[in-house]
């Protein structure tokens, strides 16, 4: 099946919803970590988000459940179906269905900086590198002292 745009990676999905990705070493893959998952390509058109807490974490079949019945309304396609555990495959390009999946992870956005954050934070880095090599510490800034 051919597509006339250029298919999306999990690396530009990543980029577009300002996600953190990972290299997983064991199957040599670049998936999307969260607190009770993870994004990952299931195929050249889907990806998928399964969920699976970490063995520390007692098991939540009630949560699992009702997101699972939610993905499925949202037209999201079940993969694998545990107890309390499972594989959701999506369209990366449904607004609706990302929401979803993202949440089921427990992924954690990026943070964004407004100008104003940015200017204080490189004030606060002019100072720091300053103070660091000894030298007139600049009195312009939010952090001068």
């Known amino acids: 099946m051919s597509s006339t745009k250029a298919e999306m990676t999990i690396n530009d999905f990543a980029t577009q919803h300002r996600l953190k990705t990972k290299h997983d070493k064991g ?53 694998q179906k545990g107890d309390a555990e499972g594989a959701i495959s999506f369209n990366p390009e449904n607004g609706e269905q990302v929401q979803l999946a993202i949440k089921l992870a427990g992924v954690k956005r990026k943070r964004q900086m407004s100008e104003k954050q940015k200017a204080v934070a490189e004030a606060a880095l002019r100072l720091a590198f300053a103070r660091n090599r000894g030298t007139a510490v600049p009195t312009e800034g939010t952090l001068a002292t």
């Open 27 to 79: 199957d040599d893959t670049t998936i999307i970590p969260g607190k009770s998952g993870q994004l990952y390509e299931y195929s050249d058109e889907e990806f998928a988000v399964m969920y699976i807490l970490p063995a520390t974490k007692p098991a939540r079949p009630r949560v699992w459940n009702r997101m699972r019945d939610l993905c499925a309304a949202a037209g999201m396609v079940l993969r």
